[in-house]
C-alpha cells in the first residue's frame, strides 16, 4: 500500500531482539507507545584456584607462591556480558578451599 513502509502482519522485530535506538524509532513510527520486553538477566563471574592472580599483582609479591597464573577469563567474561546484563558482578577470585565457595 501506498505510504507503508511494512505490509499488514509483516513481523517488524522478531521475539528476542535486543532493542537499539533504531528500532525505538521502528516502533515509535508504527504508533507503539510501548511493548512487552524481558529485562536483562544479572551475571555475577567468580575465578577459583590457588595458583589464580589477578592480573597487575606481580607473582614475586603474591602470597600464593610461585606456580601462578593471571586471571585472564574473568576480565575477558565480565567484558563479553556487560552489553547483555543488566548487571554484571565480579566476584573476584577465591581458592581451591570448597569451604569458602
Known amino acids: 500500500q501506498i505510504g507503508s513502509d ?3 502482519g509483516e513481523v517488524v522485530l522478531g521475539k528476542g531482539k535486543l532493542l ?3 528500532d525505538i524509532g521502528i516502533l ?10 524481558v529485562s536483562k538477566p544479572l551475571a555475577a563471574f567468580m575465578s577459583t584456584g ?3 592472580v ?6 614475586e609479591a603474591s602470597r ?10 574473568r576480565p575477558v567474561l565480565l567484558s563479553c556480558a556487560q552489553p547483555y546484563c543488566s ?3 565480579d ?3 577465591t581458592g581451591d578451599d570448597q569451604a569458602r565457595l
Open 64 to 73: 600464593k607462591g610461585r606456580h601462578q597464573i593471571y586471571d585472564a577469563n
Open 91 to 93: 566476584l573476584g577470585i
Open 6 to 8: 511494512m505490509a499488514l
Open 54 to 59: 589477578d592480573v597487575g599483582t606481580g607473582r
Open 28 to 37: 515509535a513510527s508504527l504508533g507503539f507507545q510501548s511493548v512487552a520486553v
Open 50 to 52: 590457588d595458583e589464580v
Open 87 to 89: 548487571e554484571v558482578m
Open 20 to 22: 537499539e535506538s533504531a
